[in-house]
């Protein structure tokens, strides 16, 4: 999130897209009511489902799966014919006015810009992005337009790419009528005006699609057009689905970074000089990188290496995917023997593969699962589908028990990237202990034994400081917490004294800091920061001293934006920052340089970008520089904007021969989705005999009208099926899922939730033995929300 | 506070989920909360488990054990609000049985579990022991297919045979652990729930 919960009582209008606040982040409901209830402002849900967000919203609009990136290309149409958009803003804090290359085009009749190449290696293509750059002079400025004329600038670029964006076109897209898109749009774009507040907020129904980077692009490109972003009530806002995602994504338990979103060294870049050339830009906060680097490399190897040889020992990536549909795809052919799993249980909560069930697990040699239940994937090989006898699986599998939360101490980051001290209240039943001294006592026998016995290139092993740093005049296997935090925060290797932040962190190997992005948290250890409990007694909800937020405590992220470029907030009502008598005032802490006047402050206000400036035109993405729709991989319907394109080009694409086509005789729409009552894979809340009994078995929801052509009625058993699979369920006939007509066509559309799996007290049909191994071009996230299948009564 | 089962569910506000799915036969349970449970209870403030909204928790601790969860009132978020799952945090400890008794959640894993190539079953196992057998086993693996250097002869120390995968819903200091000892390990197959 940009912005975080309390923030939302400032917003004029929400939309919830992609997510469903009111069912999954429930609590945070009670502060888009505050806005409605205090301030009058809107709600709009954007979902297939008239699900319980849309049930107490102020407008719903029912779209076909996988059409949202439709659905926002229509609100910057809207936006920009319309002059809805945010002037001021939008010349003075996004891109806007920049030239681009002469040479860059977009193909209306294929839907692919400039650039476009065949990838036979990944079954897709890829871009050569070097027409879609800024146009600069001599000297490396970019050229730019101030009065957004030029045909080369962005805006105009927008302007004519977005045309076909219009309502008609729209409206037949995403099934939703146009009068609902109209209103849709009118409400939510009257926050371009200065001092209104748009907030959206999103979750995996905007993600996990092979254009999930798109729909998130066209929420920012959105926000930055109307001049939401920085600003209170503002934001491109993703609710978070794990107490921890967000930490988890900070520390980087991601193949392509390492923890502070530093990339993870490639093989082209052997040695560390070659990294940091290629990882430091030359303007914009990552200017940085050497002393954030360099101090994670000190984090991990202290006195024991130089730079040079810590940088040499991290593994480098091979440039190819890594992410989880490939380490799958890498177990089905034999390549990987061994599999450790803390607290996930992928079987359940991840994508089906090729022909094999239960993802391949019975290739391992081996397979580790620390958690607190027997999960499905520690229990694959007693699935009742396993084909393979219990006898003929040689996978050894281990099971250490571990915790919950309130069984150990440590700090977990919110949605809101607030990150907060959970105490400890009890310790875990019989021998469970907890995942940190699980993770230590592993890699202090790990170490042991390479020191004992050598194996290949002992030295990252046996290098790494691990006893000497967390379990020192301890207790055998006993690690000490308290230093754990003290080197993610950081600290000076001459006095071993902790630094204040990242601003004292340095480039010459003096200073160790696990997480850049983490520093201060722990600075002070008789009151660390992370445990701070005061709450503001007046202000804009910052809670500035309710425990400590990345960056630097800073609330809202961007947050010169809050002002013009006089230093004026754009809302009085609700300042973030502001400039008087010659100084900057804050109720947050500022995004920028407070010190400079505030005209020079505002000439870089996004300052983690080179340029400084939002990006409503970007070559970061490896897809499309503009957001754009295509239709999911598995779609029921020709594109409408571009005659020759269908699914996004650029996709990764895992096993070609597992997607269906339309006419395949699969052609109802299939999205997955959670519940209140339980939780991801529903390894916890399944076995929580309360939850169970709120909400005790898997089912599938479908259309009364499909319903009564299929002769299923509620609570009948229900077979359904996709190219990869078929699961059988109770079905629930419901209203809440319309039948969609565009075009003079009907398509269906069913809903399932994906919590069961065999294990537990409350055991059921998962619904992603049914959905697809692609990915997204820019993450792998797999298309989870929108596939094709059939349904029949059992 | 006292809590029937009643006013808990009106609390949690799901009276309408179970309304929609009535009609599909689904079993009836039964559960009943203790009401007094929580006197004499000390009260240490903690973070709810479940999902992103991070609301802080109560959690009432008498004889060492957790008799019962509720919201934190001082936290800005929930300001003592909870969900559904959050109201019933304390059920991953403990359950109740037809008198209202708690008892450990018998779901709970509490002793290392192994199970050998072809076996159909667990077998419980001492920490030492199976501690010393994973690293063994990631040990193995690792030797017999690690890649020192590449093909061009750049050092890139990294293996292909070893997944780690986790995680959510760990603590940001575990979590940085167990990048440190993937990485030193030489893992490049790493990913989390962030993709699902």
């Given at each position: 999130m940009t912005n975080h919960w309390n923030d939302y009582q400032h917003s004029d209008v929400f939309i919830a897209i992609g997510g469903n606040t009111a069912e999954n982040h429930p609590v945070s409901m009670r502060w888009i009511e505050k806005a409605r209830e205090e301030k009058g402002a809107k709600l709009i849900c954007v979902d297939p489902r008239y699900c319980r967000t849309a049930a107490v919203s102020d407008l719903w609009v029912p779209l076909r799966p996988g059409t949202n990136s439709a659905f926002m290309g229509y609100l910057i149409h809207y936006a920009l014919e319309n002059e809805k958009y945010h002037h001021e803003y939008v010349l003075n804090y996004t891109n806007a006015s920049y030239l681009i290359n002469e040479d860059f085009y977009f193909d209306e009749n294929e839907g692919v810009f400039s650039g476009i190449e065949e990838d036979p290696a990944r079954n897709a293509h890829s871009y050569d992005q070097s027409t879609w750059q800024y146009q600069t002079d001599g000297e490396g400025n970019v050229l730019k337009d101030e009065t957004l004329q030029d045909p080369n600038c962005v805006f105009q670029i927008m302007k004519d790419f977005y045309k076909k964006?219009?309502?008609?076109?729209?409206?037949?897209?995403?099934?939703?009528?146009?009068?609902?898109?109209?209103?849709?749009?009118?409400?939510?774009?009257?926050?371009?005006?200065?001092?209104?507040?748009?907030?959206?907020?999103?979750?995996?129904?905007?993600?996990?699609?092979?254009?999930?980077?798109?729909?998130?692009?066209?929420?920012?490109?959105?926000?930055?057009?109307?001049?939401?972003?920085?600003?209170?009530?503002?934001?491109?806002?993703?609710?978070?689905?794990?107490?921890?995602?967000?930490?988890?994504?900070?520390?980087?338990?991601?193949?392509?970074?390492?923890?502070?979103?530093?990339?993870?060294?490639?093989?082209?870049?052997?040695?560390?000089?070659?990294?940091?050339?290629?990882?430091?830009?030359?303007?914009?906060?990552?200017?940085?990188?050497?002393?954030?680097?360099?101090?994670?490399?000190?984090?991990?190897?202290?006195?024991?290496?130089?730079?040079?040889?810590?940088?040499?020992?991290?593994?480098?990536?091979?440039?190819?995917?890594?992410?989880?549909?490939?380490?799958?795809?890498?177990?089905?052919?034999?390549?990987?023997?061994?599999?450790?799993?803390?607290?996930?249980?992928?079987?359940?909560?991840?994508?089906?593969?090729?022909?094999?069930?239960?993802?391949?697990?019975?290739?391992?040699?081996?397979?580790?699962?620390?958690d607190v239940v027997e999960n499905e994937s520690a229990a694959f090989w007693k699935a009742p589908d396993m084909e393979l006898e219990p006898s003929e699986i040689r996978t050894e599998v281990f099971i250490l028990p571990a915790t919950i939360g309130y069984e150990r101490d440590g700090t977990k980051a919110n949605s809101g990237r607030w990150i907060q001290w959970q105490w400890k209240a009890q310790d875990p039943p019989g021998e469970a202990k907890s995942d940190l001294q699980i993770a230590y006592m592993l890699f202090k026998r790990l170490q042991e034994l390479y020191l004992e016995e050598g194996g290949a290139t002992p030295d990252p092993i046996t290098k790494l400081t691990w006893v000497e740093d967390y379990g020192k005049d301890l207790d055998e296997d006993q690690v000490d917490l308290y230093k754990v935090c003290r080197k993610v925060n950081g600290y000076y290797l001459g006095d071993g004294s902790l630094v204040e932040n990242f601003v004292s962190l340095e480039d010459d190997g003096s200073t160790a800091c696990g997480n850049w992005l983490y520093s201060g948290y722990y600075n002070d250890p008789e009151n660390p920061n992370c445990k701070r409990r005061e709450r503001e007694k007046e202000g804009i909800g910052a809670n500035l001293n309710w425990a400590y937020s990345w960056p630097l405590n800073r609330r809202?992220?961007?947050?010169?934006?809050?002002?013009?470029?006089?230093?004026?907030?754009?809302?009085?009502?609700?300042?973030?920052?502001?400039?008087?008598?010659?100084?900057?005032?804050?109720?947050?802490?500022?995004?920028?340089?407070?010190?400079?006047?505030?005209?020079?402050?505002?000439?870089?206000?996004?300052?983690?970008?080179?340029?400084?400036?939002?990006?409503?035109?970007?070559?970061?993405?490896?897809?499309?520089?503009?957001?754009?729709?295509?239709?999911?991989?598995?779609?029921?319907?020709?594109?409408?904007?571009?005659?020759?394109?269908?699914?996004?080009?650029?996709?990764?694409?895992?096993?070609?021969?597992?997607?269906?086509?339309?006419?395949?005789?699969?052609?109802?729409?299939?999205?997955?989705?959670?519940?209140?009552?339980?939780?991801?894979?529903?390894?916890?809340?399944?076995?929580?005999?309360?939850?169970?009994?709120?909400?005790?078995?898997?089912?599938?929801?479908?259309?009364?009208?499909?319903?009564?052509?299929?002769?299923?009625?509620?609570?009948?058993?229900?077979?359904?099926?996709?190219?990869?699979?078929?699961?059988?369920?109770?079905?629930?006939?419901?209203?809440?899922?319309?039948?969609?007509?565009?075009?003079?066509?009907?398509?269906?559309?069913?809903?399932?939730?994906?919590?069961?799996?065999?294990?537990?007290?409350?055991?059921?049909?998962?619904?992603?033995?049914?959905?697809?191994?692609?990915?997204?071009?820019?993450?792998?996230?797999?298309?989870?929300?929108?596939?094709?299948?059939?349904?029949?009564?059992? | 506070m006292k809590l029937s089962r009643r006013s808990f569910l009106k609390l949690t506000g799901t009276t309408a989920a179970a309304a929609t799915l009535a009609g599909t036969g689904f079993r009836k349970a039964h559960a009943s909360y203790e009401a007094t449970r929580v006197d004499y209870a000390k009260e240490i403030p903690s973070v709810c488990t479940f999902c992103g909204v991070g609301c802080g928790v109560i959690c009432h601790v008498r004889d060492e054990v957790i008799v019962s969860v509720e919201g934190d009132p001082d936290h800005p978020v929930n300001e003592g609000t909870l969900c559904s799952k959050g109201s019933a945090y304390s059920n991953l400890s403990y359950i109740f049985d037809e008198k209202g008794k708690p008892r450990p959640n018998p779901q709970r894993v509490t002793k290392p579990l192994y199970r050998g190539p072809g076996e159909s079953d667990w077998e419980e196992k001492e920490w030492d022991e199976i501690m010393d057998m994973v690293a063994e086993r990631i040990k193995k693996t690792r030797d017999e297919n690690f890649e020192h250097r590449n093909e061009n002869g750049d050092i890139v120390n990294r293996t292909n045979a070893i997944s780690w995968l986790g995680s959510a819903f760990c603590t940001d200091e575990e979590n940085y652990l167990f990048h440190k000892m993937a990485r030193a390990m030489g893992v490049i197959n790493m990913d989390h729930c962030a993709r699902l």
């Open positions: 964006y219009n309502v008609d076109n729209i409206s037949e897209i995403t099934g939703c009528p146009e009068d609902t898109l109209k209103e849709a749009a009118e409400m939510f774009c009257s926050t371009g005006e200065p001092g209104k507040a748009g907030n959206i907020l999103y979750a995996m129904g905007i993600t996990q699609f092979t254009h999930g980077a798109q729909n998130v692009r066209g929420i920012a490109v959105l926000q930055l057009l109307l001049g939401n972003m920085g600003i209170a009530g503002g934001g491109v806002n993703a609710q978070r689905g794990q107490s921890n995602v967000q930490g988890a994504t900070d520390m980087a338990i991601l193949y392509h970074i390492l923890p502070g979103y530093l990339g993870t060294p490639q093989e082209v870049h052997p040695e560390l000089d070659d990294y940091l050339e290629a990882n430091t830009p030359e303007s914009g906060w990552w200017v940085n990188t050497p002393k954030y680097m360099n101090s994670l490399l000190k984090a991990f190897y202290g006195d024991n290496a130089t730079l040079e040889e810590a940088y040499r020992y991290l593994p480098k990536l091979d440039g190819k995917d890594h992410s989880h549909i490939a380490m799958y795809k890498l177990m089905g052919e034999g390549e990987v023997k061994g599999m450790i799993c803390w607290a996930d249980n992928p079987v359940v909560s991840g994508p089906t593969t090729g022909d094999k069930r239960r993802y391949q697990a019975e290739q391992l040699d081996w397979f580790v699962s620390i809202i992220v961007y947050n010169r934006c809050a002002a013009d470029p006089q230093g004026r907030p754009w809302n009085p009502e609700a300042p973030v920052v502001w400039w008087e008598n010659g100084e900057f005032k804050a109720n947050d802490v500022p995004d920028f340089n407070a010190d400079l006047p505030p005209e020079e402050s505002a000439e870089t206000p996004f300052i983690m970008l080179p340029e400084g400036q939002g990006r409503l035109f970007s070559s970061g993405v490896n897809d499309s520089p503009l957001p754009i729709h295509y239709e999911p991989a598995e779609s029921p319907v020709e594109h409408v904007l571009y005659p020759n394109a269908t699914h996004n080009p650029v996709s990764q694409v895992f096993y070609p021969e597992k997607l269906a086509d339309r006419g395949e005789g699969y052609d109802v729409i299939i999205t997955t989705y959670r519940v209140t009552e339980h939780y991801q894979s529903g390894s916890l809340t399944r076995n929580m005999p309360w939850l169970n009994e709120m909400m005790p078995e898997m089912f599938v929801e479908v259309n009364e009208d499909l319903a009564e052509e299929e002769g299923i009625e509620n609570g009948d058993m229900v077979e359904v099926e996709s190219i990869r699979g078929k699961i059988q369920a109770k079905a629930c006939v419901t209203k809440r899922i319309k039948r969609l007509e565009s075009n003079g066509k009907v398509y269906d559309i069913i809903g399932m939730p994906f919590h069961w799996g065999h294990k537990g007290l409350s055991t059921g049909a998962s619904a992603n033995d049914l959905s697809p191994s692609i990915g997204d071009p820019n993450t792998t996230i797999p298309e989870s929300k929108a596939f094709l299948g059939k349904i029949k009564k059992v | -």
